[in-house]
DNA sequence: AAAATCCATTGAACTAGATTAAGAAATGAT
DNA sequence: ATCATTTCTTAATCTAGTTCAATGGATTTT
């Protein structure tokens, strides 16, 4: 069960055997049927979690219950409020499965823990939150500077299995559009 | 000159009067005139720069030419392009000063060598990135979910010295609309 | 102090995308 | 199988924000 995490974290460092067995003890496997919170808006997040098998987003309802999406997670991505578990304070975030899930969690003692007899590992979660805020900014950027169409675009050749696999207005609210918006977008490319 | 920055990373954790000393004296301080390129896209960011006076933007252009500011630092931020700094790989961003500037900057090696030194400056620089990604994520949902005037009015008390000293097209760039769009919202404002 | 450049405002014409409403297709539950 | 719920599509109308162009005010530059 461990090798598919393993690996993932292996690709920020090496690690030895041994190190690789402190962590997979500390992780803990759980698994969730769809449509399940993992998180809600008010509690605090109290893990980090490895997708092994299934998919999941975050996301954030406004003050008019609109609904944006943050992030969705399939097979080896990470998924938490960072801000929410490292400071242990209230989330304004949602998370919630997609599919049937199975997860490794790490909790926020436990991680401490990790990082205490493994220091190796800090860079790989510095990695993980680097590549979060790159990501994010890029998406900022992009909502900012392309039209609708190029961002389908561009998310589809960026995730190609995630958009087979959940419904199209979850995409539409990741990408910014309205459900109608997006089906006129996709009605445009098909006709060419 | 550096009681100012050492007040501030104090306020992550607290340090010893040594380890601030050993901190200072990895600091170096520039001062550059308006309109410098700290950073200009290609580059490999060889600096996070400690704004003790002045204002710098960065910001990203895209293949139409079309430029999306993506943060303002004036006094106690922080400015630099993360993911390029700690990879030491080729930037996409620019970062122009926006006044005269005096910086206190660290190169890449300089900060292992802190890091190795006084440990504690990790949570530090995780801090800083942490509500980097935080206020990157908020703004991605403000983008998203609000409307250009009540952007304008969350930055404007957010950032209310800003909004006094830079070029007000800057703010428009920055919010995502088209300068003469922030005109009017204004004047709709004043208006009332 | 004049010239040159940059900056903010205003208005008219336009467009990307929202909203509303309705029906069709797919999926799930009993 | 069938009933219910969720999802997707299409079309009409509406609006927030863009683009273009013109003008006057500020700042820099010489």
Known sequence: ????????????????????????????SKTYP???????????????????KGCARTFYIDDNGFEVILQFAIEDW??????????QTPSRLF???????????????TKEDLLFRVPKFERVFRMMI?????????????????PAQERYLAFLKKYPTI?????????????????EFLSKIRAKIARK
Chains 1, 2 share one sequence.
């Open 1 to 28: 069960m461990f090798e598919q995490i393993n690996a993932n974290v292996t690709k920020c460092t090496t690690f030895s055997q041994e190190e690789l067995n402190i962590f997979d003890a500390l992780l803990v």
């Open 34 to 52: 769809k449509k399940t919170f993992l998180l809600q808006e008010g509690e605090v997040c109290n893990f980090e979690a490895y997708v092994v």
């Open 78 to 87: 990470w998924i938490s409020d960072i801000a929410s578990f490292n400071d």
């Open 95 to 109: 998370i919630e499965t997609m599919e049937d899930c199975q997860l490794l969690l790490l909790a926020p003692q």
């Open 130 to 146: 680097q590549r979060n805020l790159s990501a994010t900014q890029n998406r900022l950027i992009g909502n900012i500077a392309q």
């Open 163 to 179: 958009s087979q696999r959940i419904p199209q207005h979850y995409i539409a609210s990741y990408l910014g559009i309205s459900p």
